[in-house]
């Protein structure tokens, strides 16, 4: 039963006190939206919130039905000196011929709410969304396979938009409208089983709600289980990011031994993350050797020999050609014979010294190339390029980088910023240039 005193205590989730805040409440002159707009009528007068004011939008679907409802709204607002903000929609607005017009008319709705929030400085957005909607809402995600965040149902915050309508049934607003004398109207189009939410709503909930004088109370901490149990799953996920997880260049690493421990599900979870959501393209990535490159809609997933590296796939594409053009050093650009390469992140910064009597500028910073051969400090004889990358396990994403310094006659000088080639070091030299990697 809807009473002043529960529909108050709902304003308790919000993050802070209602009462310097606005409100917007969005009124299309159903029963819903009428009741929600005379309690918050009350709300205000008992000086609970700063200001309240109406958002409706017309259609124009349902002929003169869609004029009445508007002038319903407007003449409840003129009497009560509540503002209001209508939007008649046009053909401007460019109804589709195909598609979903249901969701046409969202999106247009609530970019309308936006811009008078914005407009006017509106701290919230309320909706009149009850218990039965959400039950709706369950039953349509159920069928369509949706994953936990779909059967969490409707939140009753988030992103500005407060639904302090959810605890109640839709009998009790129609109760509550009748006793208090509250006009609305009924959109007679959700009689018809033309889309799914009302041939659930016709046809399936009765029968549901049939089974138990209770069901939608025992529905409710069904939803409230499963919003427990997607809070859990976010911790677990939170803590997983914090143990293994490292941003470098807005690129993501990702332990590939922690993340094949976990739960299967914990697993989708935390690649869904990045926009990969197919349960056989997970297992594939799971499964895939070192080098193989995976794509979402907005990421690209490189499996490395100990690390996932994921990046934003623009980013991926400009950093690629940013690292594999070549860098020149002309001597004449080198200050106090000292060279400085930044942009390694390293802990400590290192230094390598070279024989400025031995090496022929200018000096080239370029991407390996195949056959390749340096003779590393700490070794004897020669090694191929290619070999100490893999035995240093070097990630694929900084072997394909301009990590091979040379000098004007192709003699390799190091790989940068792993180890200096002996042939030209100069530690003692009396023409000392050094090598400054940061």
């Given at each position: 039963?809807?009473?002043?005193?529960?529909?108050?205590?709902?304003?308790?989730?919000?993050?802070?006190?209602?009462?310097?805040?606005?409100?917007?409440?969005?009124?299309?002159?159903?029963?819903?939206?009428?009741?929600?707009?005379?309690?918050?009528?009350?709300?205000?007068?008992?000086?609970?919130?700063?200001?309240?004011?109406?958002?409706?939008?017309?259609?124009?679907?349902?002929?003169?039905?869609?004029?009445?409802?508007?002038?319903?709204?407007?003449?409840?607002?003129?009497?009560?000196?509540?503002?209001?903000?209508?939007?008649?929609?046009?053909?401007?607005?460019?109804?589709?011929?195909?598609?979903?017009?249901?969701?046409?008319?969202?999106?247009?709705?609530?970019?309308?709410?936006?811009?008078?929030?914005?407009?006017?400085?509106?701290?919230?957005?309320?909706?009149?969304?009850?218990?039965?909607?959400?039950?709706?809402?369950?039953?349509?995600?159920?069928?369509?396979?949706?994953?936990?965040?779909?059967?969490?149902?409707?939140?009753?915050?988030?992103?500005?938009?407060?639904?302090?309508?959810?605890?109640?049934?839709?009998?009790?607003?129609?109760?509550?409208?009748?006793?208090?004398?509250?006009?609305?109207?009924?959109?007679?189009?959700?009689?018809?089983?033309?889309?799914?939410?009302?041939?659930?709503?016709?046809?399936?909930?009765?029968?549901?709600?049939?089974?138990?004088?209770?069901?939608?109370?025992?529905?409710?901490k069904s939803i409230d289980y499963i919003n427990d149990c997607k809070l859990f799953i976010n911790s677990e996920l939170?803590?997983?990011?914090?143990?293994?997880?490292?941003?470098?260049?807005?690129?993501?690493?990702?332990?590939?031994?922690?993340?094949?421990?976990?739960?299967?599900?914990?697993?989708?979870?935390?690649?869904?993350?990045?926009?990969?959501?197919?349960?056989?393209?997970?297992?594939?990535?799971?499964?895939?050797?070192?080098?193989?490159?995976?794509?979402?809609?907005?990421?690209?997933?490189?499996?490395?020999?100990?690390?996932?590296?994921?990046?934003?796939?623009?980013?991926?594409?400009?950093?690629?050609?940013?690292?594999?053009?070549?860098?020149?050093?002309?001597?004449?650009?080198?200050?106090?014979?000292?060279?400085?390469?930044?942009?390694?992140?390293?802990?400590?910064?290192?230094?390598?010294?070279?024989?400025?009597?031995?090496?022929?500028?200018?000096?080239?910073?370029?991407?390996?190339?195949?056959?390749?051969?340096?003779?590393?400090?700490?070794?004897?004889?020669?090694?191929?390029?290619?070999?100490?990358?893999?035995?240093?396990?070097?990630?694929?994403?900084?072997?394909?980088?301009?990590?091979?310094?040379?000098?004007?006659?192709?003699?390799?000088?190091?790989?940068?910023?792993?180890?200096?080639?002996?042939?030209?070091?100069?530690?003692?030299?009396?023409?000392?240039?050094?090598?400054?990697?940061?």
């Amino acid at each position: 039963m809807i009473n002043f005193e529960k529909f108050q205590n709902e304003f308790s989730l919000l993050e802070e006190s209602s009462v310097d805040k606005k409100f917007l409440i969005a009124v299309s002159g159903g029963a819903d939206s009428m009741v929600l707009l005379s309690l918050m009528r009350d709300f205000f007068s008992q000086k609970r919130c700063s200001a309240i004011s109406v958002a409706h939008i017309n259609y124009h679907l349902r002929g003169e039905d869609s004029n009445l409802d508007q002038k319903l709204v407007t003449d409840f607002c003129q009497e009560y000196d509540i503002p209001h903000f209508v939007y008649e929609v046009s053909c401007v607005d460019n109804k589709p011929n195909e598609g979903s017009i249901q969701l046409w008319a969202r999106d247009l709705r609530y970019a309308f709410f936006r811009e008078v929030m914005n407009n006017n400085n509106i701290d919230y957005l309320l909706t009149a969304h009850h218990r039965d909607d959400q039950l709706e809402t369950f039953l349509i995600n159920l069928s369509r396979g949706a994953g936990l965040a779909g059967l969490c149902g409707i939140p009753k915050y988030k992103n500005s938009i407060f639904r302090p309508m959810l605890g109640f049934t839709k009998q009790e607003i129609y109760q509550y409208a009748h006793e208090n004398k509250i006009p609305f109207r009924e959109d007679k189009s959700n009689k018809k089983n033309d889309y799914l939410r009302n041939k659930i709503r016709n046809t399936i909930s009765p029968l549901l709600k049939d089974l138990s004088p209770h069901f939608l109370d025992n529905f409710q901490k069904s939803i409230d289980y499963i919003n427990d149990c997607k809070l859990f799953i976010n911790s677990e996920l939170k803590f997983f990011f914090e143990e293994n997880l490292e941003m470098k260049d807005d690129f993501v690493f990702i332990d590939k031994n922690a993340l094949k421990k976990q739960n299967t599900y914990l697993i989708y979870e935390i690649l869904k993350t990045f926009s990969f959501e197919n349960s056989t393209e997970i297992d594939k990535i799971l499964h895939a050797e070192v080098g193989n490159i995976f794509h979402s809609k907005e990421y690209q997933l490189l499996v490395d020999r100990q690390k996932y590296i994921i990046s934003k796939k623009e980013h991926y594409s400009q950093k690629k050609n940013q690292d594999n053009i070549p860098l020149t050093i002309e001597k004449s650009s080198v200050e106090n014979n000292t060279i400085i390469l930044e942009g390694y992140h390293l802990q400590e910064a290192k230094i390598w010294f070279l024989d400025g009597d031995k090496i022929n500028f200018p000096l080239k910073l370029r991407p390996k190339k195949e056959g390749e051969y340096f003779f590393p400090i700490g070794m004897q004889g020669k090694k191929k390029v290619s070999k100490f990358i893999k035995d240093e396990k070097i990630s694929l994403l900084e072997k394909n980088k301009n990590i091979i310094l040379e000098d004007a006659i192709g003699t390799i000088l190091g790989i940068v910023p792993f180890r200096q080639d002996r042939r030209k070091m100069g530690r003692d030299s009396i023409n000392q240039f050094k090598i400054i990697i940061k």
